[in-house]
Every structure is written in C-alpha cells, then in structure tokens.
C-alpha cells in the first residue's frame, strides 16, 4: 500500500519557492493506478516521491508502512521505478550483464549471476540478445530490457514513468500489455489514455495537485472531455 499524507513538493527556484505539488493526501491500493495528466503537472514528481527520487517538503510518503524519507532502502527494495528513457538506467555493455547487475545483491556468485540474468532474459523473450551491445537495440527492445532489470529485483510496486512515450506503436503496445499484466502493484505515469483507461484507478494531476480521482474509465473520460480548458503546462500566474 502507498500512502500519500499530506505530501507536497516545493522547490527554489530565483524568484523563491514553488509549489510543484500541493499536500497531497492518497491511497493507493488498487493493483494497476494511472497517473494522468498534461505535462508539467506533477505525475513525474508524484511518482517519484513513491521511491525517495523526490522528497516531500511537507507531509509523509509511506510504501508498505515505510516512510520513504527515513526507510528509504527498504522502500527501494520494495518499490522499482523505470524511466521513460530506458538509457537512463541502462549502464552496462551488454544486455545480461546489465540484468546481472540488478541481481548483485541476490546473486553473489557471477556465475550464478550470469545463469539468473539469463533466466530473467528468457522470461521477456529477450535471451537471443543477451551479448548483444545495448546501444544496438531496439527503443522497445531497450524498454524491455530496463523493465527485466528492474523486475528482476522482485519489487513488490513497480513505478513506470511514461514507459511508452518513446515507443512506436507496436511496441507500445507490447509493453503497455506486459505492464498491465504484472502481478506487482503498478503506479503508470502515461499520455497514453487508452492505456490508462485500463487501470483500475486514475489519478488525474493538473497544476500540482490531483483535479480528479477515481475509477480509471471515468476519469480520463473527464480527461479528455476537460483536457486544452485549463492553465498551460507551467503557467503557475
Ligand atoms: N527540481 C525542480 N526545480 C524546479 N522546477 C521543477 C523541478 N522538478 C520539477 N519542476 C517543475 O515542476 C512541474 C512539475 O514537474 P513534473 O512532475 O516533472 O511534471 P510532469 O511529469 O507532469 O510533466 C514542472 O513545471 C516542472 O518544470
Ligand atoms: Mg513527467
């Protein structure tokens, strides 16, 4: 369970303080949870306050019962988060030994480790790339190969930052399936509404604060019927 109590975001900016995200107060049980919303709204800060990536200024972020801010490496333990650019996570040569990084805390043995990440590979339908340079995969290949990485932890909450915006079609779809059929609890930050309807729950952010809440279907109907009537993304007066 994530629980947001009262959780806001302010930052320093040259002119002083801004509120990225009003206090903020949720709970998040459902298994699969959209976060919606036009850009600069706050879905990207919301999402990582989930993982200690961001940290409240205000107010508490609990996963599981943890505050994020004191538990944090329990927390990441529990909760992996992937980026909309899987380069930004992907750091090793080479596909499995990129996974095999994931598994160095499970896995001691390098052996073992190759053997696991190999494993995990095969899972995602990826094994035939398992030596091949990463810089030479494909935009779906290399989501898929950050989601593997992060999976292979075991997180019991996966966070996933607009993982099909970078993607074609196809591949979007491969992933946005895969997502909404893991059996972890899933925090989707996306733009992709056909997508989102399919959570259980959304949540919508605009301005740095949730405008609506509840049963996916209904709120990106809200979405689409309110989305272009309010502020631009970053036009805060
Ligand atoms: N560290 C920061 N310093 C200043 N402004 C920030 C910082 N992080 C985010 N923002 C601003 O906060 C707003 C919300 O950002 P973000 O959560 O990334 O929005 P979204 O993911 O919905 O596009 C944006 O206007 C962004 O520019
Ligand atoms: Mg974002």
Known sequence: MIEFDRAGVRVPVASGDLQILAPTSLSLTEQRVALIGPNGAGKSTLARLVNGLATPSSGQVRVDGLDVATRGREVRRRVGFTFTDPAAQLVMPTAAEDVALSLRRTHRHRAERRAAALDVLADFGLEELADRS????????????????????????????????????????????????????????????????????????????????????????????????????????
Not at 150 to 172: K, W
Not at 190 to 213: E, M
Request: hydrophobic fraction near 50%; charged fraction near 20%.
């Open 134 to 237: 990463v810089q030479t995969l494909s935009g779906g290949q290399r989501q898929l190969l950050a989601l593997a990485g992060v999976l292979a932890t075991a997180p019991s909450v996966l966070v996933a930052d607009e993982p099909t915006t970078l993607l074609d079609l196809a591949n979007a779809r491969m992933i946005g399936d895969l997502l909404l059929g893991l059996p972890q609890q899933l925090v989707l930050v996306t733009h992709d509404l056909d997508l989102a309807a399919r959570c259980d729950r959304a949540v919508l952010v605009t301005d740095g604060r949730v405008a609506a809440d509840g049963p996916a279907a209904e709120v990106v109907a809200h979405y689409r019927a309110t989305a272009g009537t309010a502020r631009p993304a970053g036009d805060r007066g």
